[in-house]
């Protein structure tokens, strides 16, 4: 380490850090601790739900490729579409 182009010892450094209570060693500082652990999990999750939706975005592409098709909605004639058809909703008295 220098200042200004001045080298600094490293003995003047820990003996500086030791006499201001100071530590330069990361593992001991509780804050930088938990910054390097917490995100672990976080990563361990997104990797497990990155591989689910992965094999379920292939199992659907999958699926479209060999002609299954989702279930529609079919009206009272048997007709698949409702852009021209009106469907009655039967009302029930209480």
């Known amino acids: ?3 200004n182009g001045v080298p600094i010892p ?3 450094i820990k003996a ?8 330069t060693a990361y593992r001991d500082i ?3 601790r938990l910054q390097v652990i917490l995100p672990w999990p976080a990563w361990l999750f ?3 739900s990155a591989v689910i939706l992965f094999q379920a975005s292939r199992k659907r592409s999958r699926s479209a490729f ?3 098709t989702t279930p529609s909605v079919t009206s009272e004639e048997g007709d698949s579409t409702f852009s021209d ?3 009655e909703e039967k009302v029930v008295p209480c």
């Open 1 to 3: 380490m220098d200042l």
């Open 10 to 12: 490293e003995s003047i």
């Open 16 to 23: 500086n850090a030791a006499a201001s209570g100071a530590s």
């Open 30 to 32: 509780g804050y930088l």
């Open 46 to 48: 997104a990797s497990i």
């Open 66 to 68: 060999q002609g299954e």
């Open 85 to 87: 058809k009106y469907v």
